[in-house]
DNA sequence: ACCCATGTTCAGCT
DNA sequence: TAGCTGAACATGGG
């Protein structure tokens, strides 16, 4: 569920509420509910991972993390919802979410979302020769520098784009590391087009694969970076340059 | 049945 | 104190 593409499909899915008034919601979220009943959406927006529900006055920050889901006039049989949200004829559940209420969403950077249209790419090369220390695994993963991109954005870009997932920012040369950060947005976009056809998995070239298909060689599965993630290289053609 | 996963935070340790 | 590790969250697919 979770990476930045995939929000924005959950955002044009529950974008129709728009203007609909919540009669009710419940749930298990640690939330004062009567917060948001008889309150009007008036706009659904996203940064990086996380969702937006903006009501007057508040808004409903969610985070589906790994096994995140929800539901639009349904219900899971099995398990309760975190967050459902009544309307006078419609619902609207979450399940395994995390659920928070906040004030302001304006506290996030819209620039530094990769999905949004106000996404400055100059700004992203600022704070990565801010740490040059940093591998670029690392670097890829940090939501301040390029929220709303996961692990299979990571692995595939660095594919993309011949990168080792271990060179660290200051060996990487301006031009790779613009090309880069293109990338970055580029396949983002084409995460979001294959999700919406059903076809992501079809179009991966490192991420769970077995074999480059540039070169044939063998993909290897390294748990490596700060959070020891999976990360999916061709040995021959992303080769450690210090 | 078992293992693994598109994520993140936090407790507890060195 | 900084940095690392593992747990926790809890579901679903292969």
């Known amino acids: 569920m979770p990476e930045g593409p995939s929000l924005i499909i959950v955002k044009e899915n529950i974008s129709p509420f728009i203007g609909s008034k919540i009669i009710a ?53 099995k398990i309760n919802a975190k967050l459902s949200l009544q309307f006078a004829k419609e619902e609207l559940n979450f399940y395994v979410v995390d659920v928070k209420l906040i004030k302001d969403v304006s506290i996030y950077d819209k620039e530094a979302d990769v999905m949004s249209e106000e996404w400055n790419a100059a700004k992203a090369i600022k704070k990565l020769r801010e740490i040059p220390d940093v591998k670029i695994c690392d670097a890829l993963l940090d939501q301040q520098i390029f929220s709303g991109v996961g692990n299979i954005i ?50 991966w070239k490192a991420y769970n694969q077995k074999n480059c298909s540039r070169c044939k060689h063998k993909i290897v599965k390294l748990y490596i970076g700060k959070g020891k993630r999976a990360t999916y290289i061709c040995e021959n053609c992303q080769k450690l340059k210090k």
């Open 25 to 77: 919601a419940k749930g298990y979220a640690d939330i004062d509910f009567s917060l948001l009943e008889q309150k009007k959406i008036t706009a659904i927006e996203t940064w990086g991972k996380h969702l937006f529900i903006c009501l007057k006055d508040i808004n409903i920050e969610i985070h589906f993390r790994m096994f995140g889901s929800y539901l639009i006039n349904e219900r899971k049989p």
């Open 154 to 203: 990571k692995n595939e870009v660095l594919w993309l784009v011949k990168l080792h997932p271990e060179t660290t920012i200051k060996n990487i040369p301006a031009s790779k590391l613009k090309n880069l950060i293109k990338e970055v947005v580029n396949y983002s976009y084409e995460f979001l087009k294959y999700k919406k056809e059903g076809t992501l998995s079809k179009y």
